[in-house]
C-alpha cells in the first residue's frame, strides 16, 4: 500500500505534477480516519472527566521524533525486557540462533525471493510486490537488532515471503515442464510431498511448544491460594505481587491490588502511577532490606490528605470521598513460582531506587525517570539471574550429582554447570556446590520435611569464590542457581526459604508454586 501510495506516483517522471497531485490526494485521505479518531477520543475525555492518547499527538512525538533520531517517554510499564536483549541479526551467530528459533526450511525458503527477484529483472519483469517483499523482509530482520521480541514481526514476514518464493518457483517450473506432462506430475508430487512433510513437522513441533509453554492459568495451586485471599481479605486488604496476574486477582477475590496490567500514567493516577508502582515492586523483590520494603508497603495503606482535593477537582464526577477515610490495616505479599524466571525485570526497574538508596526521590519524579532510564540508559539488568539446571550425573558412591543447563551468553551457547559433591571440612561432612567444577558457592539450601535448611560453606572454613546461592530440589532432580544479586533478596527469602529471617513479612499460606505473607500496619 505504502508503495503505491508514494513511490509509484513518483514513477510518473512523464507527467510529475500528476504523480505530486496524487500523493496529496492519497495523503489527505489517510489522515481523514485520524482526524475523526482525535475529535472522538477529545469528546469521551469531556464527558468521563479523563485523560487518553491522543493518536496526533502520538503520531507527530512517536513517529516523526523517532525518525530523527529523538527519543520519546514513556511510561516504563511499556519498557520490555525483551526489548532489552538485543541480538546481531546479521552475525554469524545471530543468523544460526535466528533460523533456528525460526525454522531453517522456512528461514532459506524465504531467502529464495532474492534469486526470484533478480530472476524477474533481468526479463525486465519486475513485481512490486516483490520490491515489497525484500524491504519488509530485511526491515523485520534488522528490528531484532533492536529487541528480540521483534523476532516475532521476522517470524510473520519470513512465513509469508517463504510462501510467496516456494510459490512462484513452483509455478515457474511448472511452465518450464508444461510440454513433459510425465515431468510435470512427478515434480508436483515431489512439490507436495515436500510440503506436507515439512508441514506435519512444524505442527508437532508447534504443539509439543504450546503444551510446554505455562501461561497466568489458574491451576489447582493459585486457586487455592485465591479462594485463601478471598476468604481472609477485606475492603481494609491491599494484595501486592509483580504486576502480571493483578486483574486476576483483583477479578477473582475482589481485593484491592497494588498494580496490575493497565497502563496508569502520570495525569490519571494520583499520586502513585504505574512509573512509581512498577519501582517500588521491583525493589521490594530484589532489596535485601526487610525495613525497606516494609517502608514502601506502607505507602499504599492510606491516600495522602494532600491529594483527597486534588482527586475530587480533577474527577469530579467519580471521585468517591470515602476513599479519603480508608486505611489498608493488613497487606497480603504474594511470592510465585513464575517470578523465578522474571526476575531480570523486577531488578531492572528498581536499578533507579536501588542506585540512589536511601536519597531516591529524583526517582519517583517524570524528570528523573526520563533521564535514568530513557536519556541516560542508566537502568541494569542481566539476562540471567536465575538458572534452572537438571541433573546430568550421579556418583553416589563418591557423592558427586552434576547439574547442567544451556543458556544464551553474549550471543554464544554455552553450557553450565554444577557439582555438589560431600566433602570432609574440620571432620565434618557438608556437601559443597561448584560453578564448572572449579569455583565454590557460597550457599547450598536443601529441604528437610519441606523446611529449607541453609549451608554456609564459609562457615566451615572453605571460602567461596562466588556469593550465590543453590537450591535444591527435594527429589534431587534439578536445582536452582542464583546469582549474588538474587541469593540475599526478598523474593528468595520468601519463596525459596519461606520466610527464614523475615520478621514482618508473615507466611500464612505456602503451596508448591504460591507464597502467600502477611503485612500488618497499624
Not at 3 to 16: A, E, G, R
Not at 206 to 224: D, Q, T
Request: hydrophobic share 45%.
Amino acid at each position: 500500500g505504502i508503495l503505491k501510495i508514494f513511490i509509484l506516483p513518483l514513477l510518473k517522471i512523464s507527467k510529475p505534477k500528476e504523480g505530486i497531485n496524487e500523493i496529496i490526494n492519497l495523503s489527505i485521505l489517510l489522515l481523514i480516519p485520524l482526524f475523526i479518531t482525535e475529535i472522538i477520543t477529545r469528546i469521551i475525555e469531556i464527558a468521563l472527566y479523563i485523560t487518553l492518547p491522543k493518536p496526533i499527538d502520538t503520531l507527530i512525538s512517536h513517529y516523526i521524533l523517532s525518525l530523527k533520531g529523538g527519543l520519546r517517554y514513556a511510561l516504563l510499564v511499556n519498557i520490555s525486557v525483551a526489548e532489552l536483549q538485543t541480538l546481531n541479526p546479521f552475525s554469524k551467530e545471530g543468523l544460526a540462533a535466528i533460523s533456528a528459533r525460526i525454522g531453517y526450511f522456512s528461514f532459506f525458503a524465504s531467502l529464495l525471493l532474492f534469486p526470484l527477484f533478480f530472476f524477474n529483472l533481468i526479463r525486465n519483469k519486475i513485481d512490486w510486490k516483490e520490491v515489497f517483499l525484500i524491504v519488509w523482509l530485511v526491515t523485520s530482520l534488522y528490528l531484532i537488532s533492536q529487541g528480540i521480541r521483534f523476532s516475532l514481526l521476522f517470524a510473520t514476514s519470513v512465513s509469508i515471503i517463504a510462501s510467496y518464493s516456494l510459490i512462484s518457483i513452483f509455478n515457474l517450473i511448472l511452465t518450464y515442464l508444461q510440454r513433459k506432462e510425465n515431468l510435470q506430475i512427478h515434480f508436483k508430487v515431489f512439490f507436495y510431498s515436500l510440503i506436507l512433510i515439512f508441514a506435519f513437522y512444524y505442527l508437532d513441533t508447534a504443539f509439543k511448544v504450546a503444551n510446554a509453554m505455562k501461561g497466568m492459568e489458574i491451576n489447582s495451586n493459585w486457586r487455592a491460594a485465591l479462594d485463601f485471599l478471598k476468604q481472609h481479605g477485606d475492603e481494609y486488604t491491599l494484595v501486592a505481587t509483580w504486576w502480571d496476574p493483578g486483574h486476576i486477582i483483583a477479578g477473582y477475590t475482589g481485593l484491592k491490588v497494588h498494580a496490575d496490567g493497565a497502563h496508569c500514567g502520570w495525569d490519571a493516577c494520583i499520586p502513585y502511577n504505574h512509573d512509581i508502582r512498577i519501582q517500588d515492586m521491583g525493589r521490594i523483590l530484589t532489596t535485601s532490606n526487610e525495613t525497606e520494603a516494609y517502608e514502601i508497603l506502607k505507602k499504599y495503606t492510606e491516600l495522602p490528605k494532600e491529594y483527597c482535593s486534588l482527586l475530587k477537582e480533577k474527577y469530579p464526577k467519580i471521585f468517591n470521598e470515602s476513599v479519603c477515610d480508608i486505611k489498608i490495616k493488613k497487606v497480603y505479599f504474594i511470592a510465585s513460582q513464575d517470578l523465578i524466571f522474571k526476575y531480570y525485570w523486577p531488578y531492572y526497574f528498581s536499578s533507579c531506587l536501588r542506585k540512589y538508596y536511601p536519597d531516591n526521590s529524583v526517582c519517583y519524579t517524570q524528570a528523573g525517570i526520563e533521564n535514568f532510564f530513557y536519556k541516560n540508559k542508566l537502568a541494569e539488568g542481566k539476562t540471567y539471574n536465575v538458572f534452572y539446571l537438571n541433573l546430568q550425573k550421579s556418583d553416589l558412591n563418591r557423592g558427586i550429582l552434576v547439574y547442567s543447563t544451556f543458556a544464551i551468553l553474549n550471543n554464544q551457547q554455552v553450557e553450565i554447570d554444577i557439582t555438589l559433591r560431600h566433602e570432609t571440612i574440620n571432620n565434618q561432612s557438608i556437601l559443597v556446590p561448584y560453578l564448572m567444577n572449579r569455583e565454590p558457592i557460597r550457599y547450598l539450601v536443601h529441604y528437610l520435611n519441606g523446611n529449607p535448611e541453609v549451608i554456609d560453606i564459609s562457615l566451615y572454613g572453605k571460602s567461596p569464590r562466588i556469593n550465590g546461592m543453590v537450591i535444591l530440589d527435594p527429589s534431587l532432580r534439578y536445582l536452582f542457581f542464583a546469582d549474588e544479586d538474587v541469593a540475599n533478596s526478598m523474593f528468595t527469602r520468601m519463596f525459596f526459604l519461606n520466610g527464614l529471617g523475615l520478621e514482618k513479612f508473615k507466611l500464612v499460606f505456602n503451596n508448591p508454586e504460591v507464597k502467600i505473607y502477611e503485612v500488618e500496619f497499624e
